[in-house]
């Protein structure tokens, strides 16, 4: 018997999300919960939308289904997602010959809300995304309390369910190809956008006929491998832009990989070098791997964000290369490539299980090159589970 995996998350962990929204909202004593966050419109009601400067909210209330307020160009595809949200509300468009907040405060008002204590992740109604200006929510409802309660969005999604992690874990998988074929195209004189596009569209293509029908991108994006410009010497530079030559022999690559599975993501990155090594390569490349280590070891219940941080960077330091670190450790992984927690040394946040995030420690010689893995990990009960799984050896990393 053939069990395909899961694509997407249930109808039944939206429910349990909005149940959970719906206890803070009494425990906090709003009326009504007003999200701005195209994200979190999407974990609350499997909305995806393109965030440009149009205003867009999603407004939940203690009963029934949720509602959008929205631009009208996205009311017919919202109804193809998802059958959770109820009534839409829309406006032709921005900025409008009525702006969009003076209709969210019309509706809001004509919901039976213009004096209600409203939690939200904006009380302005909208962000500043593509030149978006207008005024904001609050002051246009002087007499309703919009409470700025951002943060509750994301402590929700900090610890992963079960169904979130399956997901993950399947889009460990699809990265794990793509840079299966990434590596395997590698070789001189190809720059890294050919190599880029040959992987992703083999690995895409391998995706789609395996999964079938049933598999929805959610981004826009199936599963992709790339450089993101990490070639040669720009392999120093973290998030760098193309090197404007093709691939040579003796260039460190710094490498990226993952795939979009029920709009879930994952994290596969390594440092690749074409043709023999250098010892000072091999040093630095043994150094990176023992602080990513040292990082993972550190993963686990009653330690913090910052142990790990921490924990990496005494490795990094022992070595004598503290001048060449340019970032912390790494990151949490979900909905977003980044997003809470941040394993940083500042960051006092305790570990907890179901913690999805990423183990990145690098170390840059700005003019030399850059040395980066990046794995995907779940903090458990008594540790951490390494999600991807791609070689991490330097041996199997070199494109002779």
């Known amino acids: 018997m053939i069990i395909l995996p899961k694509l997407r998350i249930s109808w039944n962990e939206y429910g349990n999300r909005l149940a959970k929204l719906r206890s803070h909202m009494d425990e906090e004593g709003f009326d009504a919960y007003l999200i701005t966050s195209g994200?979190?419109?999407f974990y609350f009601s499997h909305f995806y939308h393109m965030v440009t400067e149009r205003p867009a909210a999603l407004l939940v209330e203690p009963d029934g289904k949720p509602t959008f307020l929205g631009p009208l160009?996205?009311?017919?595809?919202?109804?193809l997602q998802t059958p959770l949200i109820g009534d839409c509300y829309t406006y032709l468009d921005y900025p409008g010959k009525k702006h969009p907040m003076h209709r969210f405060k019309d509706w809001l008002t004509e919901l039976g809300h213009g004096k209600a204590k409203i939690g939200t992740d904006n009380p302005a109604g909208a962000g500043g995304t593509m030149g978006y200006q207008g005024p904001k929510l609050s002051d246009l409802m002087p007499e309703a309390n919009l409470v700025a309660d951002g943060k509750y969005l994301w402590d929700i999604k900090l610890l992963k369910s079960k169904e979130e992690i399956d997901l993950i874990k399947e889009s460990c998988k699809w990265g794990n190809l793509a840079h299966t074929y990434l590596q395997e195209y590698t070789q001189p004189g190809l720059y890294d956008?050919?190599?880029r596009l040959m992987a992703t569209l083999e690995a895409t293509t391998a995706m789609r006929k395996t999964l079938g029908s049933e598999y929805e991108s959610?981004?826009?994006?199936a599963v992709s491998a790339g450089f993101r410009g990490q070639v040669g010497w720009k392999s120093a530079i973290p998030h760098s832009i193309d090197l404007n030559r093709p691939i040579k022999d003796g260039d460190v690559l710094v490498t990226g990989a993952g795939a979009d599975i029920g709009g879930y993501g994952s994290e596969l990155e390594r440092t690749m070098i074409v043709g023999t090594p250098t010892a000072k390569?091999?040093?630095m490349f043994k150094v990176m791997c023992r602080s990513q280590e040292?990082?993972?070891?550190?993963l686990k219940p009653g330690n913090t964000c910052a142990d790990v941080d921490k924990a990496a960077n005494k490795v990094i330091r022992d070595a004598g290369y503290w001048s060449l670190v340019k970032h912390h450790t790494g990151h949490g992984l979900g909905l977003l490539g980044h997003e809470p927690p941040y394993l940083?040394?500042?960051?006092?946040?305790?570990?907890?299980?179901?913690?999805v995030v990423s183990i990145e420690p690098g170390i840059y010689e700005l003019?030399?090159?850059?040395f980066r893995h990046s794995d995907t990990l779940v903090v458990t009960e008594d540790g951490c589970e390494w999600l991807t799984y791609y070689p991490r050896d330097i041996e199997s990393l070199t494109i002779l």
């Not at 940083?344 to 913690?355: A, H, K, T, Y």
């Open 39 to 41: 994200v979190s419109i």
């Open 73 to 79: 160009l996205e009311s017919d595809h919202l109804k």
């Open 193 to 195: 956008m050919e190599v």
């Open 218 to 221: 959610i981004k826009g994006r």
């Open 281 to 283: 390569m091999e040093k």
């Open 294 to 298: 040292a990082a993972a070891e550190a």
């Open 344 to 355: 940083d040394q500042g960051n006092d946040q305790p570990l907890e299980p179901g913690m």
């Open 367 to 370: 003019g030399y090159a850059g």
